[in-house]
């Protein structure tokens, strides 16, 4: 029984837990919206003064800012489609009775355990490579000129890295409510008539599409900060073809030392996220009541 | 309307057999229930039918024609199954236009059959719910609607009644004789429960272990089962079967006698025994009387007996009414 005097209680016993998170999250978040309206460069130290707006104004007006954005949504964009339709076919194959199931699950699930900067490293020289790359070996194979991903489409390849490390993670909760599936309801529609077709735009995706909900709302949260995959991969190039935010915040405050420019566009990527968060709560969040 | 055909229907899943050879014909128009006790394949033999599952061998026809191979689309078969299977996140008007649609029809026209189904269905009001907000006799009905917009050759229920409460079967079970009365179509109905068989079939088909203990209609199974199989399933409450001492006499195995068969008094008889508990229902009245100490025998007497628990009684058997089964439990007649 929760009376009056035990929910006291555990108030109290919990609240060093939430203080030390509430800390944990509040101090970054507080110190740098503080360094967002100082003038701080580490070239000049000693030199911080308070700057108002100023950063946010160089930030915000920056051409590169709105091709950031851009390059944002459209990596976003493309990883999400490529894992949610890949997971939703690999779902439908690997919810099949086929010998060796267990293992070929296991080898599915696999690259979500590889560390974004292997992932990405291996594809890099790996597959990708013009000279010493698996596609360029198949490229050869088949008496075509190697093709140079990174350098001639750059973003391409990395949503394409980027989606292969998600895949296994779409797949997986894709598949779990592929197999909460009432079976009779796909044998009453073989009996109304319904095509193989059929049954999947009018059962089966009706019947995930709250799982799809929830594969991209998380992986909207985690791609909008992309960043390894990028750093080792094409450092945001060739000019700004692949930077994103992220990556464009990195590139104010450490490599051109620019502290306070750099946390003024952390904030505004925070703020960019929260919209982008909302809008998709908005637009498939009515999925997940009911 | 069609006539069903099935010759030599086996299925095996893996080593296991479930069906080992079944030869069945179902009239044209004909209500015909497959009962037996759970796992005996009653389920199985329905999903063949249906095309849900591909025979291991034997043959299948519907009017004539080999439908053996057929997908269940083609078979013009409707099936209502036991968790109704309704798509969750289409109303009920959806549902039940569902074959509709995927036959292709004019928006009009499933309008029209849907509006037609709900009325006979009493669904109307519902039309534009979901089915999770649907009780579980509407849930049933919407299924039953579905079933029968497309106008099916024949219909198929796999244990339809049996996640209803006992009121709801009763009400449903004249429902869906009702419905088999107008319409006129082939229904097969699978149940384990004797009493919807009893109460619904033209014939009853007796299974047991995937074989056909009997064919017949209610009646006959009642009053002349082939085996101590049918004898013992058919009827509530069960037949008593008597002593082998007794059976000798008769030159039989084992005898059984139906509970309203057997006369009892407090006075005189053939055997004696200790009233146990009695069952008032009004109408009737089930007395269990001790005649061993492992042995009881149900006895049917009028509404208003007075026995009383632990009462000396004795019993007597009509011997007109007995019936004789030889060592293998056939009937001997
Ligand atoms: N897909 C299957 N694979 C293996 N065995 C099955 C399968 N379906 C049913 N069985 C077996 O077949 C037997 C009959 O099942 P079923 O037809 O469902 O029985 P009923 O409907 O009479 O209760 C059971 O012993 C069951 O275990
Ligand atoms: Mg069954």
Known sequence: MATEHSRATARLMISPAVLLLLAWMIVPLALTLYFSFLRYNLLMPGMEEWAGFLNYKFFL??????????????????????????????????????????????????????????????????????????????????????????????????????????????????????????????????????????????????????AITVVILIQTIFLLSTFAEILVTTNGGPGTATTNLTYLVYVQSLLQFDVGGGSAGGVVAIILANIVAIFLMRMIGKNLDA | MSAITLKNVTKRFGDVTVIPGIDLSIEDGEFVVFVGPSGCGKSTLLRLIAG??????????????????????????????????????????????????????????????????????????????????????????????????????????????????????VNMRLELSELHAQLKTTMIYVTHDQVEAMTMADKIVVLNRGHIEQVGSPLTLYNKPDNLFVAGF?????MNFLGPTYAKEHGAATVGVRPEHIKISKES????????????????????????????????????????????????????????????GKAIR
């Open chain 2, 234 to 238: 058919i009827g509530s409450p069960k």
């Open chain 1, 61 to 210: 007006t920056d051409p590169a800012f709105f091709s950031a954005v851009w390059k944002t949504l459209e990596l976003v964009g493309g990883v999400l489609i490529i894992t949610v339709v890949g997971g939703i076919l690999l779902a439908l194959l690997l919810d099949q009775q086929f010998w060796g199931q267990g293992a070929v699950r296991i080898l599915v699930i696999a690259p979500f355990f590889v560390m974004p900067t292997v992932s990405a490293l291996v594809w890099k020289n790996m597959f990708m490579n013009p000279v010493n790359g698996l596609f360029a070996y198949l490229a050869k194979v088949f008496g075509l000129p190697p093709f140079d991903f990174l350098a001639q489409a750059p973003m391409l390849s990395i949503i394409m890295i980027v989606a292969w490390e998600w895949l296994p993670f779409a797949t997986l909760i894709l598949l779990t409510a592929l197999q909460s599936l009432d079976s009779e309801q796909l044998e009453a529609a073989e009996m109304d008539g319904a095509s193989f077709i059929s049954r999947f735009f009018y059962i089966v995706l009706p019947h995930l599409s709250r």
């Open chain 2, 52 to 169: 849900l599952e591909d025979v291991s061998a034997g043959v299948i026809d519907i009017d004539g024609a080999d439908v053996t191979g057929t997908a269940p689309a083609k078979r013009g078969l409707a099936m209502v199954f036991q968790s109704y299977a309704l798509y969750p996140h289409m109303s009920v008007a959806g549902n039940i236009g569902f074959p509709l649609r995927m036959a292709g029809e004019s928006k009009e026209a499933i309008d029209k059959k849907v509006r037609a189904a709900a009325a006979t269905l009493n669904l109307t009001d519902y039309l534009h719910r979901k089915p999770r907000e649907l009780s579980g006799g509407q849930r049933q009905r919407v299924a039953i609607g579905r079933a029968i917009v497309r106008e099916p050759k024949g219909f198929l229920f796999d244990e339809p009644l049996s996640n209803l409460d006992a009121a709801l079967r």
């Open chain 2, 269 to 328: 008889g053939l055997i004696k025994g200790t009233a146990g508990v009695a069952e008032h229902l009004g109408s009737d009245t089930f007395v269990h009387v001790h005649v061993a100490p492992d042995q009881m025998i149900t006895v049917r007497t009028s509404g208003d007996s007075v026995l009383r628990h632990g009462d000396t009684v004795w019993l007597t058997p009509d011997e007109d009414r007995l019936h004789r089964f030889d060592a293998q």
